[in-house]
């Protein structure tokens, strides 16, 4: 019967599909200066009227906005200072350019100011930092991991002192509880969890969304502590032609590109997206006969195309394919062959990874409001390795498909969304002697309503039902309201549960690169998790030009099952089972952002996490987390932002590391690790066609100490790669273009 009903869901989404569509409004946002000049308006806030379906214009004032109605609707977009329009656009239209007027004479240095790096988006009910191209251009950026460095929200460091994964903390919990999408497509799940930061370079994003806390039940039952959703380069809205080139004095360098080419003007345009990079150095900065880096080789492919039918259907598809090959270990003088034959560890990782994917809709004429939108992915990812003289080798087919049909209930105030969606995924994993194969088919249904009377309201409840094959019924509620107190005050809140079946084997790796034993007490359960928050946005006018956003948020996340790893019980072994006792996370965070001057910007944050898990009987201090962060940064830009200079500094609280392992009180820490400061600085050039930018990362040149513990004995108890805490690479120096063709 269950068989029965996933074939049902799959045709049904299948046929679905075959008549869908929904198609965009394109436009651009100006002003006009004194002289006449016509210039764009970056980051202007432009959504229809009366409903929370809005975007967020580029750095050159052009936007794409889905339309989901029959007839004539109304286009709002406003401006910091700027006289707020509202555009009627009719049926058939699909291309708009709307010019503000000032509200006040405003230098024409103001267009320049609103370049930030990352803001609060004002229109959606649901708190969303935006990190916008600029802001993905203040550091080096290589790949999405490395994006979040100016980001007080996210947390990101490595995994583990060998295999060069990186992960991201959210709440002071592990980014596995956050979801991980790509224009609304889920993108790291199960074998991609512990390198898929990795997987998408820094160039092909337009910009991230990092939103805290359960998201809509529109986008599945996975989302616990947040949501971080990358928006690609657009094949219709991009550069015709596009290089960057990087290297560091590390070894590493790293080419991307990506061209676009409009086949039919309106109708069918298509966007190759390429990358390369290698690791070519043996770096090993503390002397302890393990390389700080994996020598690696990566290859990334994507081809995007657009479809569009007016007013009738569009279609995005696409494919992304990946190679990934990385060497680690001790091979400082040695090649992997050599290295094994000398009695060495070494690490060999190589993955192979395709994804096909599409996205369609399909607008009824005749309704308001009315529409039917479609996604699917499929996926195929292979992972080959050793890791020392174990072999972990996995393969993960997977399917993704989501149906959401909208409409309202009387008038416009009253949406709803309901849908149905299927998630399945079948595991082959083999480590050492022992393998953990599983498949997973997760039907599901889904509805959501939203109230919004106007601008200053909007309240948002959801609920969601899916059959897990493995673990039965799963029931997921979900609430979010916004409400605008005073006209600069916005006060948020949400309030949810977020399910997720863990891939303990693949999102771990600090376990696989050591000597302990894994102990698997008992099966595993679902995870499961309740979420709660509160945010509070206050905007101040400085003067007629600048404002000073304010913010401070809180949420609290409570556990009612996790896969506990415990490395507390004893340093030869890491013991696994579910959760028998409290856990739990508080987090609070304050930020504050201004303009100070003309060209200059300034954020300063504050975050407090406090995070606790029963182990072995007794309620402790995670390990690994740290409990304070702060952030502080500067950007300057000259007239024309000929020069811009961005400045970074970050500082980590200390963190709590696991009990009973005296090799680290060997290296000299105790309890807990030291608290440290990093900073990093760029300078970028821009000319005409083409940007210079010269860079510095880890300038304080902090390093953990011992990050390889016991590392002149790999295959003995207490050898461990997987006790990072803190920077395990000193300072580094960078440089690169950018060279455009419009």
Known sequence: MKTFISAVLVALLFHASLASGQKPVNGKVTSTEPDGKSVPLPYANVYWSGTQEGTVADENGRFSLERKFAGPAKLVVSFVGYLNDTLLVEPGRNSVQINLKKGAELAEVEIRERMAGSFISSIKPIKTEVITTAGLQKLAC???????????????????????????????????????????????????????????????????????????????????????NAELRKPWDSEKFFLNVYANNEGRAEVNAHATHVLKEDVLSTMVLAHASTQMSRIDMNDDGFLDQPLSRHVNVSNRWSYEKHGVTESKF?????????????????????????????????????????????????????????????????QESVFGRNEYNARQLGFYGNAIFQSQIGNEAHIYNAGVSLMYDDYDEAFADSTFDRFESVPGIFAQYTYNPDEKLSIIAGLRVDYHNRYGTLVTPRFHFKVNLFEKTVLRGSAGKGYRSASVLA??????????????????????????????????????????????????????????????????????????????????????????????????????????????????????????????????????????????????????????????????????????????????????????????????????????????????????????????????????IRYSIQ
């Open 142 to 228: 290589c790949n999405l991991s490395e994006s979040f460095e100016n980001n007080a929200t996210v947390d990101v460091g490595f995994s583990d002192a060998v295999t060069g994964a990186r992960q991201i903390q959210m709440l002071g919990l592990a980014g596995i509880y956050s979801q991980l999408m790509v224009e609304n497509i889920p993108f790291t799940r199960g074998l991609g969890s512990a390198f898929g930061l990795t997987y998408i370079p820094g160039t092909w994003m337009e910009s991230i969304q990092i939103s805290k806390g359960t998201s809509s039940v529109v986008n599945g039952y996975e989302s616990t502590t947040g949501q971080i």
């Open 507 to 736: 999102e771990n790796t600090g376990m696989l690169v050591s000597a302990r034993q894994l102990v698997f007490r008992e099966d595993f359960r679902m995870e499961e998790a309740w979420n709660y928050g509160l945010n509070l946005t206050q905007t101040i006018a400085l003067s007629e030009k600048r404002d000073l956003v304010l913010s401070a948020d809180f949420y609290r996340t409570d556990f009612v099952n996790q896969v506990i790893i415990d490395l507390d019980q004893s340093y030869d072994r890491i013991v696994l089972y579910n959760l028998d006792g409290n856990s739990y996370s508080n987090s609070f965070q304050v930020n504050a952002e201004a303009a100070l001057f003309e060209g200059f910007d300034v954020t300063a944050a504050y975050r407090l996490n406090d995070v606790r898990v029963t182990t072995a009987g007794e309620l402790h201090e995670r390990p690994l987390v740290s409990r304070h962060k702060g952030l502080f940064t500067m950007s300057y830009a000259t007239r024309f932002e000929k020069w811009k200079f961005d400045f970074t500094g970050q500082y980590h609280g200390r963190t709590r590391l696991p009990l009973g392992v005296p090799h680290l009180e060997h290296a000299g820490y105790g309890t807990y690790s030291p608290d440290y400061i990093t900073i990093h600085t760029q300078i970028t050039r821009k000319f005409k066609k083409w940007d210079a930018y010269l860079g510095v990362e880890n300038l304080t040149n902090f390093m953990q100490h011992h990050p390889v513990l016991q590392a002149d004995s790999p295959f003995e108890s207490g050898f461990d790669a997987g006790m990072i805490w803190g920077p395990i690479l000193g300072r580094m120096f960078y440089a690169g």
């Open 318 to 382: 696409g494919f992304n394919f990946l190679y990934d090959e990385r060497d680690g270990g001790q091979l400082t003088k040695l090649s992997s062959d050599e290295a094994v034959q000398n009695g060495d560890y070494v690490m060999k990782l190589v993955t192979r990874r395709a994804q096909l994917y599409d996205k369609t809709g399909f607008i009824f004429r005749n309704l308001p409001n009315t529409s039917l939108g479609l996604i699917f992915s499929g996926l195929y990812h292979e």
